[in-house]
């Protein structure tokens, strides 16, 4: 069973491994909440998973090390799985899915280990992992459903419990469920008084679901640029914790949690994965009432793959109303596309593209289109533009 002395022995396990993460004042992300970010991003191997498996290493028995550890994963736990291995002197053999990120594959070989790219998606690298315990007698180091796994994960509340005082809710991102189920044991065992508040991607809401039904349930498909915690099925320890400590467990779409990515690259000059921003989202879009409350979101992890990072960020713009597409229909005469500039200059706007074409069959055989991209400040501003133009006499489509 898991119990707070073992999230106490394993802070002290972690001690001088894992980085005492900052945490960060952010008065602008959540305005009438006191505001503050765990920045488990910034953790070595750049996520939080480092603590339950290393954790987990310590743990295991002589005739375990002499084994070796195999796990599974497309991203954090194979990292933090390949570090804990490496410092303790066990031997690990990572799964993954053929077609994981090559920067995933490589920083997982990075720190040591042996990784067998397994054809298929997730769920196939999993059997093979699976067969590879029962046929090699490796320990099998799950990601979330373990109670070693939790406990290692429980210790960021201990730290954050030293780094800030009456703290009224903490919030944390979920997929399987290890890192709520650790820090939510951990607060309400300790401070009982304090909120715990989960966040799952909506393209991907596995423990949500089980949680409001009562029951286990496994999803069909996930889809979201939360890669990190796109998990169908939530474990059965984790459910239970969930179920008796976590007080609410709200869902995000993608393009909110673009805008969390965005926000924190330009006001906390912080790179987060989109698991990694999932809590800020859910504080900058209302999911969870933190008015007049000190809050913490936790930031998971920084692993984002930097071949989506341009797209994310624009998902971002356009959703916090920095990027406004515009088609406004014209007359073909001297003086229109320069009005336009005009008024667009005025007030304040920055075009970045135009597409300008004669109009189509059916149009006024004098009409044309305008396409324009603009850089605005925010969608109040978005539509003093818009009202300018049209009160000019223009056209928006």
């Known amino acids: 069973m898991l119990t707070i002395d073992n999230v106490y022995s394993a802070s002290n396990a972690l001690k001088g491994v894992v980085r005492k993460t900052d945490l960060i004042y952010a008065p602008k992300l959540c305005p009438g909440a006191e505001l503050y970010l ?14 339950g498996a290393y954790y987990k290493m310590t743990r295991l028995s002589e005739e375990e090390r002499a084994k070796g550890v195999v796990a599974c994963s497309a991203g954090n736990h194979a990292q933090g799985v390949a570090l804990a291995a490496q410092k303790n002197g066990i031997k690990a053999v990572i799964c993954l899915p053929d077609g994981a990120p090559i920067s995933k594959v490589e920083a997982t070989k990075s720190y040591g280990a042996d990784v067998r790219l397994v054809e298929g998606v997730y769920d196939d690298a999993y059997n ?30 201990l730290e954050l419990f030293e780094q800030l005082q009456n703290i009224d809710a903490v919030v944390v991102p979920i997929g399987g469920g290890g890192l709520i189920s650790g820090i939510a044991y951990t607060v309400k065992t300790l401070f009982p008084k304090v909120k715990v508040y989960g966040v799952q991607a909506a393209g991907a809401p596995s423990m949500a679901n089980s949680v409001a039904h009562g029951e286990i349930e496994t999803l069909a498909s996930v889809s979201t640029i939360a890669d990190g915690i796109a998990v169908k099925t939530p474990g059965t320890l984790t459910y239970e914790l969930c179920q ?34 999932i809590s800020v989202a859910a504080a900058m879009f209302g999911k969870i009432n933190l008015q007049g409350k000190k809050a913490v979101c936790l930031l998971s992890g920084g692993n984002i793959d930097v071949t989506i990072l341009s797209r994310v960020i624009k998902r971002g713009l356009i959703m916090s109303g920095r990027n406004c597409q515009l088609t406004i229909e014209l007359m073909d005469k001297p003086g229109q596309l320069k009005n336009v500039s005009r008024i667009i200059a005025d007030l304040g706007g920055n075009v970045t593209s135009v597409h300008h074409e004669r109009a189509n069959e059916g149009s006024d055989v004098n009409g044309c289109y305008l396409r324009i991209v603009l850089e605005t400040r925010n969608f109040a501003h978005m539509e003093e533009i818009k009202k ?7 056209k928006l489509l």
């Not at 992992?129 to 799950?142: I, M, P, Q, S």
């Not at 373990?146 to 406990?151: G, L, P, R």
């Not at 690259?265 to 912080?270: C, D, P, S």
């Open 38 to 51: 765990k920045t488990e991003n910034l953790q070595i191997t750049g996520s939080f998973k480092v603590r």
């Open 128 to 157: 093979y992992a699976l067969r590879l315990r029962d046929e090699e007698g490796y320990t099998f180091v799950h990601p979330f459903n373990d109670e070693d796994v939790i406990a290692g994960q429980g210790t960021i509340a």
């Open 244 to 277: 008796k400590y976590v007080d609410e467990i709200v869902t995000v779409t993608d393009d909110e949690i673009s805008a969390a990515i965005l926000a924190l690259m330009e006001q906390h000059k912080l790179v987060t994965e989109g698991a990694g921003a």
């Open 388 to 394: 300018g133009l049209t009160d000019f006499g223009f």
